[in-house]
């Protein structure tokens, strides 16, 4: 299938939403990482790998496709007070969801290994999420538009 110029700038728009989740995602992290228990360290940090590895894997995508990566933000508004474990927990669930959307819509607008691609993170967002939450939801990467429509 030819790639029509719209088609790929909605490809490189949805790669640099994707990274700007990225950087999101790793910013939570340092949060979440200094107030998760002792028994989740592990895998908060493992987490954090894991999306620096994705943001500097799109970062070159997005170059690729003749953009320029868009740098992340100095700082970045939670979304709740994290005080404890309990709330680090429920971050990490929530910074996941985001970046399963931020996927879902790469995997719209992309095509072949880009699209391959993206659904593995959306994949693994979701199952990230599923573990801290405690459970998992029907369409990763939709929830939180299926929430924002209902409250509209």
């Known amino acids: 299938m030819k790639t029509t110029p719209s088609s790929a700038n909605r490809a490189l728009e949805a790669a640099q939403s994707a990274l700007a989740a990225e950087h999101a995602a790793a910013y ?3 949060v979440v990482g200094a107030r998760a228990s002792a028994a989740r360290s592990a ?10 590895s994705r943001r500097d894997a ?11 990566p868009r740098p992340a933000e100095a700082a970045y508004a939670l979304p709740f007070q994290v005080g404890g474990p309990a709330d680090a927990e429920r971050l990490a669930a929530e910074i996941e969801d985001r970046v399963a959307g ?9 095509e072949g290994r880009l699209r391959r691609e993206a659904a593995d993170a959306l994949s693994a967002a979701a199952v990230r999420a599923a573990r801290w939450r405690g ?5 990763p990467g939709l929830t939180e538009r299926g929430e ?3 409250t509209s």
């Not at 895998?43 to 620096?52: F, I, Q, S, T, V």
């Not at 931020?102 to 992309?110: E, G, M, N, P």
């Open 28 to 30: 939570g992290y340092g």
């Open 148 to 150: 924002r429509a209902r």
């Open 43 to 52: 895998e908060a940090r493992d987490a954090y790998g894991g999306h620096l």
């Open 102 to 110: 931020a996927y879902s819509d790469l995997v719209r607008a992309a």
């Open 58 to 68: 799109l970062a070159r995508t997005v170059r690729e496709m003749g953009g320029a």
């Open 135 to 139: 459970v998992g939801v029907a369409f």
